[in-house]
T-cell receptor, first 115, second 113 residues
């Protein structure tokens, strides 16, 4: 079974500063994906970044990057140059790499951005 | 290209009733997954449908069921509603193949009174 843990229920960051959200996971799968999703007040879940477990290189999408530590089963999200629009719930999720897409989610981190 | 559409957006039902929620995936997407989101339990996987067949199921009681039509639109049904079924129900669509992104709808907020 897969589990995902986000130990920070709430965080805040000053506009233009950098913040790191933590996530640890556990899985018995040898091939899997890890994701960070953003859920703004509109409730629509938006994919922020995705990491394929077999790739050693950390994924990067503009101001968003991850620190993927496979041995430690850690997958943190770094947001650089934080913007007011980054304020949202952030969820870490894991799925197997097969066709059967089943996402296992952490409980989320509420990120506030202070102007 | 239209996104994932979930209807209705809000729903209030009474205990014991049943409810049907609808999800229209992105055109060309053949996989639809359903998730329940509550403050206490977070997001939990309900089931996934691909080409009208359920190919994955979460740990929910038999009161929760779903189906998918030939046009890939999906419905989920909850019978004999309980207060604990109050939640945001999200659906996600994807091409259904390995390494494809899932796109989410805005959800249906179900309140059971």
């Amino acid at each position: 079974a897969q589990t995902v843990t986000q130990s920070q229920p709430e965080m805040s960051v000053q506009e233009a500063e950098t913040v790191t959200l933590s996530c640890t996971y556990d899985t018995s799968e040898s091939d899997y994906y890890l994701f960070w999703y953003k859920q703004p007040p509109s409730r629509q879940m938006i994919l922020v970044i995705r990491q394929e477990a077999y790739k050693q290189q950390n994924a990067t999408e503009n101001r968003f990057s991850v620190n993927f530590q496979k041995a430690a089963k850690s997958f943190s999200l770094k947001i650089s140059d934080s913007q007011l629009g980054d304020a949202a719930m952030y969820f870490c999720a894991c799925s197997n790499a097969g066709n059967n897409r089943k996402l296992i989610w952490g409980l989320g981190t509420s990120l506030g951005v202070n102007p | 290209k239209a996104g994932v559409t979930q209807t209705p957006r809000y729903l209030i039902k009474t205990r014991g009733q049943q409810v049907t929620l609808s999800c229209s995936p992105i055109s060309g997407h053949r996989s639809v997954s359903w998730y329940q989101q509550t403050p206490g339990q977070g997001l939990q996987f309900l089931f996934e449908y691909f080409s009208e067949t359920q190919r994955n199921k979460g740990n929910f009681p038999g009161r929760f069921s779903g189906r998918q039509f030939s046009n890939s639109r999906s419905e989920m049904n909850v019978s004999t509603l309980e207060l604990g079924d109050s939640a945001l129900y999200l659906c996600a669509s994807s091409l259904g193949q390995k390494n494809t992104e899932a796109f989410f709808g805005q959800g249906t907020r179900l309140t059971v009174v």
